[in-house]
């Protein structure tokens, strides 16, 4: 094979997808794996999920030769990869991705960056901003137009990632918890919980979440179920939503006051970002920023930094600056 293809990954808490694309961008195949987060997860397992959706990206792309032994990216070598990683919260963690990639032989040129750059870099009009995102964690990332960079949060689910998935969640299990033992007093969020996690009592919940094989991402699914009791008037689970997004508001207003911003475009991300909690943060946030986009697809941001990586243009954010990353 003779054109040149280049690999973007976005790997998260709860999923990794892997894209194929020629050097114009278009998608040629797509990949999907388990979860790839390096603070959540075994290098063997963070290794799996990386392989899984890289294999299931290049399927398409060597069509009969996909069954043969060895690594696809061996028949179908790549000119540039791109993995953007939740997790990757420093130099250290881009070097482990770095050394795990290139023992793999996965690709002649590649950039490890957290995968909060590809919702800053797919989603502000000039390269410059505010990126948000709230998923299975949260963080806030941005760069001012003279290309300074920071960000705010990200400080992982049992220190930070305040008004992520598994922050609201967590928030909404203490209440189930405390109606049951008479302390609180909200019967609909109880209900749900034991729905969600298909259990018969609190007793049962607790085993549940204390599952040793429980992740961040299995609790952080518990805020979609909140989110639509919010949607539908409940008000505990509305002031939980209020709550999140108070705090997601928090870390921009911080971040465009340390960089110096005023009215920056905001690039929002995350599943959590998709409806009624981003209504609410952008109601708050009136008047403070510029143009928002929803980045739908990070991994689209990956395929134009590999796209600018192929062509020796590319410009990352220095590794570890402003504070760490999820």
């Known amino acids: 094979m003779t054109q040149q293809l280049l ?4 790997g998260g808490g709860t999923k990794t997808q892997a894209v194929v694309a020629d050097p114009e961008g278009h998608i040629l195949g797509r990949g999907l794996g388990p979860s790839s987060n390096l603070q959540s997860v075994s290098l063997d397992q963070f290794g799996h999920a990386l392989i899984t959706a890289i294999e299931g990206a290049l399927m398409p792309v060597l069509g009969p030769r996909a069954r043969r032994e060895g690594p696809g990216w061996l028949s179908a070598p790549l000119a540039a990869a791109v993995f953007g990683l939740a997790g990757v ?6 070097a482990r991705v770095s050394r795990w990639a290139r023992d ?3 690709a002649a040129s590649l950039l490890v960056v957290n995968d909060a750059e590809l919702i800053l870099g797919g989603g502000t009009p000039d390269g410059w901003g505010i990126a948000l995102i709230s998923g299975t964690g949260s963080i806030c990332l941005g760069r001012s137009s003279q290309g300074r960079p920071g960000r705010v949060g990200g400080w992982g689910p049992l220190i930070g990632d305040e008004g992520s998935g598994y922050d609201l969640a967590r928030s909404a299990l203490r209440l189930a918890t405390q109606t049951s033992d008479g302390r609180g007093n909200t019967p609909s969020i109880l209900k749900e919980a ?3 996690f298909g259990v018969l009592d609190a007793e049962a919940l607790m085993r549940r979440i204390h599952d040793p094989a429980m992740t961040p991402a299995d609790v952080a699914s518990f805020a979609a179920p909140i989110l639509d009791l919010s949607g539908r008037g409940d008000a505990a689970a509305k002031t939980l939503v209020e709550e999140a997004a108070q705090a997601l508001v928090l870390q921009v207003r911080t971040l465009a006051k340390r960089l110096s911003l005023r009215q920056p475009p905001l690039a929002l991300g995350g599943g959590l970002l998709r409806g009624q909690l981003r209504r609410s943060i952008l109601a ?5 920023i510029g143009p928002y986009t ?7 941001g ?3 930094l590999a796209r600018r990586l192929l062509r020796g243009k590319l410009a ?3 590794p570890g600056s402003g504070g760490p990353r999820t």
């Open 7 to 10: 690999l973007a990954v976005d």
């Open 89 to 94: 919260d420093g130099p250290e963690d881009e």
């Open 104 to 106: 793999q032989a996965i």
């Open 194 to 196: 034991l729905r969600h």
């Open 284 to 288: 708050l946030l009136e008047g403070e």
């Open 294 to 300: 929803y980045v739908a697809e990070p991994v689209l």
């Open 302 to 304: 990956a395929v134009e």
């Open 316 to 318: 990352p954010l220095a």
